[in-house]
């Protein structure tokens, strides 16, 4: 693709990762990090990969107090591994369910164990175990005198304000979402089975540049669609139907989330209020998102726009989240959430609202917030409901 | 797609599913299941959507002894939940840090805990904790008396055998695997980025019918390529070059899982060599496929004749598996599984082994395994290493 980014990290990057978080972890008492999901894994190393997808195998990387991070990984992942900044690789033949890197962590973990020292381990919001849990209950049973720390805080202040390599890869694919967006009209038609459309959105962002669509859910109805979160159907789309697509394509690793909505052939009263009523709410977002604010301040402001026409809220449960190296990524625009937004925080606005009989209607854009305000990523939707 | 099978499931289906997984339950002596991961909870309700791909919501099914499964998810998911065969449906308004489904999850189990029953949870290998780690301590502390058992062995053992509307799935979309790789040599040439082929890869896997290629790996290299899961590369193809692709690509909600090994422009002899060992390893393996048979013998046949030009094994672990929901499933065809072959498994075959200067080569076809033995799903790759 010409104009794309060079992809990858330099390992300055790495290494800034690194001793960021070893500054927390000796704010925080922490005598390591035990990392296993692959945005860690990938923040820390560089280490990409799609054989996640794979549940068979545990991945573990460790962040000592000084130095490189370790890697303790199945060997079918040895010689990409190599190919990144790490230098003390260890392997084991995976699978091996007897002994799935219990022994290697065991023997990298026991001095800190002897020492009754606390290492951290991602236990909280939006976080998983990424391991079996009797492997994980087995290896804390086996240190005696190790403590567990939730790192999640920690981490999550890292991920959540970008490096300018990462914003130029998240500026460059969701230029290729605005892209894909901008071909609905030509690639959508009346009676065409939804799933069939979705298939062509794939197609064309394959086409326009990112490396896969991975994510991409809608729904449309007549005078609205009900539910989000659906795969496609086949049936035809119909004249007088809302139409929603909402997408996640990736480049290098790094994700787009932003959804567009159409009329097919007319648009109905009520869906062109809600769209309305829901650029507004993402106009105000836009004025709002600056940095000192809150997240939680953000979304009353968001909610305070969608309270004209819908009282209820909570359906979503927020109204945009943090977007980078996971389609969803922390913070929350929601009342719980009193995040200080900071310069290179990479977010999504997402007001959404309930109207007429059951329908749902979602707006999203990306930004990025920049020092004097926020910057869009995703090319603004347009001021009224688009008519294919 | 004209020849597509129906998708989704007749509700007899999951109640087939869960009455199965009830007599297991019984004879474990297992008040309930506590299940939180895609395809478990697919598996026993049919709810099927992308949004797992966002990490923000945990999402909970609940197989009582007897009756249909209790859904305890986030809101948002309600309306998709609805649309299945479960009656009791509990929501919240998620994403919410302070009981992300704690509450409905405590009053759920409660009685179990206070009648101090045991329910299961799966703990076991190839399995995740899809749930903060700090909630799912929290969750059990707040239930003293009630017991966790590791249900892994119950669940692999309905999952690995599936049911003929799910082989026909495994089928269709295996078949359009196999017109993927028919169309590459008209795909592939000289001179082409790795990363242009995956991208032209994945339009036409759409192209021919598959809902999405979410997996696709592969490597090229002169003389034989040397790592099986690194993104793709902007070095072009070049003559000498073998190349090969792995895919996994899904309808339905099913995956195939087969790779296929192109020369470019010229084959070298260590690499020929290499391709009729690992050809000439799957027909024994495809011999040795019949029901009776184990894991551990597939394993041990298909190594015989990799021993023939390689006998360290053990860097990829495993010389195939099973396959469903999941792009890699249990059994693993390894020395250490002693699974029996049952009718009715879905499974690859995967031998692979070292050659040359560290290179790799990986073949993979992927079979039902029928009272008569084998069944291909995909098409044998050819006899001799083919030449683009």
């Not at 999901?37 to 560089?46: D, K, L, N, W």
């Not at 109905?268 to 977002?285: F, I, P």
Request: net charge negative; hydrophobic share 40%.
């Amino acid at each position: 693709m010409t104009g794309s980014p060079m992809r990858g990290f330099p390992e300055a990057e790495f290494a800034a990762r690194t001793e960021h978080a070893q500054t927390g972890m000796a704010a925080a008492g922490l005598g390591g990090l035990l990392l296993m999901t692959e945005a860690e894994v990938r923040y820390f190393t560089g280490f990409h990969t799609l054989f996640w997808q794979s549940p068979t195998r545990p991945w573990f990387v460790f962040v000592p107090p000084v130095g490189k991070p370790v890697a303790v990984i199945p060997e079918i992942g040895a010689e990409l591994m190599r190919s990144t900044w790490l230098d003390d690789i260890r392997t084991w033949s995976a699978p091996c369910p007897d002994d799935d890197g219990l022994s290697l962590l065991t023997e990298l973990l026991a001095p800190m164990a002897q020492a009754g020292k606390t290492i951290g381990v991602m236990k909280g919001h939006e976080t998983a175990l990424r391991m079996p849990l009797g492997d994980y209950e087995r290896l804390v049973a086996g240190l005696p005198g190790l403590s567990i720390a939730d790192a999640t805080a920690l981490i999550r202040g890292l991920r959540m304000v970008k490096s300018d390599r990462e914003i130029e890869k998240l500026a460059h694919i969701c230029a290729i979402g605005s892209r894909i967006f901008a071909s609905v009209p030509e690639l959508a038609h009346e009676g065409q089975p939804l799933e069939d459309l979705f298939r062509a959105v794939r197609r064309e962002g394959l086409a326009l540049g990112a490396d896969d669509v991975p994510y991409l859910v809608g729904g449309a109805d007549q005078g609205g669609y009900r539910d989000v979160i659906s795969p496609p159907s086949r049936r035809p789309l119909a004249n007088g139907d809302i139409l929603m697509l909402d997408t996640g394509a990736v480049w290098d690793g790094y994700y787009c989330d932003f959804d567009r909505n159409f009329a097919i052939g007319t648009a109905d009263d009520a869906s062109r209020r809600a769209y309305d009523v829901l650029w507004r709410a993402t106009e105000a977002g836009l004025d709002a998102a600056r940095t000192g604010a809150t997240c939680r301040q953000l979304f009353q402001t968001m909610q305070a726009v969608i309270a004209e026409l819908d009282d209820q809220g909570g359906d979503v449960g927020r109204l945009g989240h943090g977007l980078g190296m996971q389609l969803t990524e922390w913070p929350s625009h929601a009342a719980f959430d009193h995040t200080v937004l900071q310069e290179n925080m990479v977010l999504t606005l997402e007001p959404s609202l309930s109207y007429g009989d059951g329908r749902i209607m979602v707006h999203e854009e990306n930004i990025v917030v920049r020092k004097d305000g926020p910057e869009l990523l995703s090319e603004r939707a347009p001021r009224d409901l688009p008519v294919i």
